[in-house]
């Protein structure tokens, strides 16, 4: 099962640092600010807005811990981690490249919830 949140209402995510609000969107708008949640499921994958700038952004997700990081070059992309255990978990995803290009973070889908 798959669950979609709405990432700028939902009182079970907190946005952390400097932001707007674009097209819907959380526009992490400086470096450090980001989301965190905890969640229930094997998975989640984080969707972005479209990015114009001449350089990727970069941002880390850390689940449970474990950090990864991605680069985003035009939005396009995903940033997911799966095959979890089944239970809670936790998750912060922050913006780590500085510079004055807003970062869209538009969807956050939380894998196998139900």
């Not at 965190?36 to 479209?50: M, N, P, S, V, Y």
């Not at 995903?78 to 912060?92: P, Q, R, W």
């Amino acid at each position: 099962m798959k669950f979609t949140a709405d990432i700028i209402n939902n009182e079970k995510i907190r946005i952390l640092g400097r932001h707007t609000e674009l097209d819907g969107c959380v526009a992490l708008d400086w470096s450090n600010s980001g989301i965190t949640f905890r969640f229930e499921g094997t998975g989640i994958w984080l969707g972005f807005g479209e990015y114009k700038a001449p350089i990727p952004a970069y941002v880390k997700l850390i689940v449970d811990g474990d950090e990864r990081r991605a680069s985003v070059v035009n939005g396009s992309e995903k940033v997911m981690v799966d095959s979890l255990d089944e239970g809670e978990h936790t998750a912060t995803l922050l913006k780590i490249t500085e510079g004055v290009d807003k970062l869209l973070l538009k969807e956050l889908t939380v894998i196998g919830a139900e």
